[in-house]
């Protein structure tokens, strides 16, 4: 049975900023307030959405004596490999759980890496921490020299993953 699939994207951070009345005394108190919710992104993704999704992955990974390498073309989601060959990534989540002990690092893979635009990335995430990237437009296609994405950290600790892709 083909699945199919809908992604809400939501990337938001809405600050108060509450002015003192000695700075703007003609501002009436109740109104001292701004919300900056400018750069807020919210997007619905499915098979008609632009970027159109067609396949996603959700699981984690170990690593073995503090690496691993995440194949995009072979890529674990309940169990069985999710082959995302043809596809660009539209969103992609990484979490190091706050019961790891240590930091994990998510870089370009040196063997076939994915890039992010064509370049490298390295991203550093300490336990508890999250790193979303959002595609826009979709990433670079996944292929055969255009596949992998190295963690590295310590031991057998495991990084979280899910991957929007179409």
Do not use: C
Request: glycine content about 10%; overall charge neutral; proline content about 2%.
């Amino acid at each position: 049975m083909a699945s199919s699939y809908s992604s809400s994207v939501s990337l938001a951070l809405n600050t108060t900023e509450t002015f003192d009345a000695t700075v703007m005394p003609f501002v009436n108190s109740g109104a001292n307030a701004v919300v900056h919710t400018g750069i807020d992104l919210t997007q619905t993704l499915n098979a008609t959405s632009s970027p159109a999704i067609s396949k996603m992955a959700a699981g984690q990974k170990a690593m073995i004596a503090g690496v691993a390498t995440i194949d995009l073309t072979a890529v674990t989601h309940n169990g069985a490999a999710v082959d995302m060959t043809g596809l660009k990534m539209a969103v992609w989540k990484f979490r190091n759980p706050s019961t790891n002990a240590n930091n994990i690092t998510i870089t370009k893979g040196a063997a076939n890496g994915y890039t992010i635009g064509g370049g490298t990335f390295t991203v550093t995430l300490k336990p508890g921490q999250q790193w979303a990237h959002y595609f826009f437009t979709g990433g670079d296609s996944v292929a055969a020299g255009v596949k992998t994405i190295d963690i590295s950290g310590t031991g057998t600790q495991a990084l979280d993953y899910e991957f929007i892709a179409g």
